[in-house]
């Protein structure tokens, strides 16, 4: 392989690791490549030694590993927030890559470790809250925080 055919693969590589948690779908990252999906997967492979969906798949595990040590989240707000759509899907992942399942995996590592941080930082860090997004109310009525929980008239 040249190394104009390497730094293509590269930079589709390092979208993938910097938009990991965004719907990344292959015909995106081979055309951030500049190549056909085909192509693509075959000269990932050759360089990586895996797939682009086996590689993307493997780092959202080991972020959601990372946030299942250190915040105070529930596992399927961790599987959302790493880049997974289905919880079985990431559980099974999962547990195919570490060895156990998240809550197990969570239930371990708390045991000698520090306090998890608060989900709310952790989601604020991670672009959860928007000014743009629809908030609904909590279960016991009350507004989320930041949230202006005045009635809006409209004026005509």
Known sequence: MDTGQLRQVRLAKDAMDRDWARPLDLPTVAAEAGYSQYHFVRLFREV????????LSRRRIERAQELLRSANLTVTEICLLVGFTS?????????RQVGVTPTEFRRAARRSGTPPVPGCFVLFWAGGFRADQQFSRS???????????TPRRETS
Not at 48 to 55: D, K, L, R
Not at 87 to 95: E, I
């Open 87 to 95: 919880l079985g899907t990431f559980s099974t992942k999962f547990k």
């Open 139 to 149: 279960r016991n009525g009350a507004p989320p925080p930041n949230v202006d929980p």
């Open 48 to 55: 990586y030694g895996e797939t682009p969906g086996q590689y």
